[in-house]
């Protein structure tokens, strides 16, 4: 029987976290940018290309999912289902959050003035006030940083108040 994630799975786990952190700041910075009227293309591209990065990689991990498996829950107590409704949630958002921006994109003007290279037609202060996907986009961060708090909360009561090992799973080993 299976007793760790693959290799692949673990090294995508791990990077996601690291990209995460990244388009965070990244989005952050655009907002704060658009606010003061003065963002640029390169601050979408960047900001784009680290999200859109989450979202390849999850769906490489979905199908790696399915090809590699994944081993057993450690029980079935009301804690175990909480944490596989927790994975559920984390997956969810994985692949909404990294959408509902490339759907800001399209629906608003940062469409136009990427398409054409124009920085000058970029949204400006209030430029997405009335663009839906921008709410959700900012919701589904707090969303995903609620449901991470409460994953990781998760991880360490098995590291340090159960002391079961369970982080071994999600950690890289020797063939
Ligand atoms: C999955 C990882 C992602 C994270 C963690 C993330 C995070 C953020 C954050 C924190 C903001 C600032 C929200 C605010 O305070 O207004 C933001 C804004 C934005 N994001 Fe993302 N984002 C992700 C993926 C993407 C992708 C893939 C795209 C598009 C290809 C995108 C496009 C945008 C746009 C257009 C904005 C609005 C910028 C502005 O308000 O000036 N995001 N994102
Ligand atoms: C310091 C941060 C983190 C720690 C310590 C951590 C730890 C772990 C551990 C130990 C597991 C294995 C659980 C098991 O064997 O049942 C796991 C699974 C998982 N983690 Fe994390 N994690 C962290 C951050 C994240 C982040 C940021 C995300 C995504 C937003 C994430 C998404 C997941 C998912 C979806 C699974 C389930 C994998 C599957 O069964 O397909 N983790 N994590």
Do not use: C
């Not at 655009?30 to 989450?54: C, F, K, P, R």
């Not at 984390?90 to 399209?106: A, C, D, E, N």
């Amino acid at each position: 029987m299976m007793k760790h994630y693959s290799n692949r799975m673990v090294l995508i786990h791990w990077l996601t976290l690291a990209l995460l952190v990244a388009a965070w700041f990244l989005g952050d910075s655009l907002a704060e940018a658009t606010d003061d009227s003065n963002a640029t293309i390169s601050g979408y591209l960047v900001h784009g290309l680290a999200g859109g990065a989450v979202f390849l990689l999850t769906v490489a991990r979905l199908f790696f999912r399915s090809k590699d498996g994944v081993p057993a829950p450690i029980g079935d107590s009301p804690m175990d289902k909480l944490a596989k409704g927790v994975h559920h949630l984390l997956y969810t958002v994985l692949f909404v959050l990294p959408v509902s921006g490339m759907i800001t994109i399209v629906t608003s003007d940062a469409g136009k003035a990427l398409l054409s290279g124009d920085a000058s037609l970029l949204p400006k202060d209030g430029g997405y006030d009335e663009v839906f996907a921008h709410e959700a986009h900012e919701f589904m961060v707090n969303v995903l940083i609620v449901v991470v708090v409460v994953h990781v909360l998760g991880a360490l009561k098995h590291q340090f108040i159960m002391k079961d090992g369970l982080m071994e799973r999600m950690l890289p080993r020797r063939k």
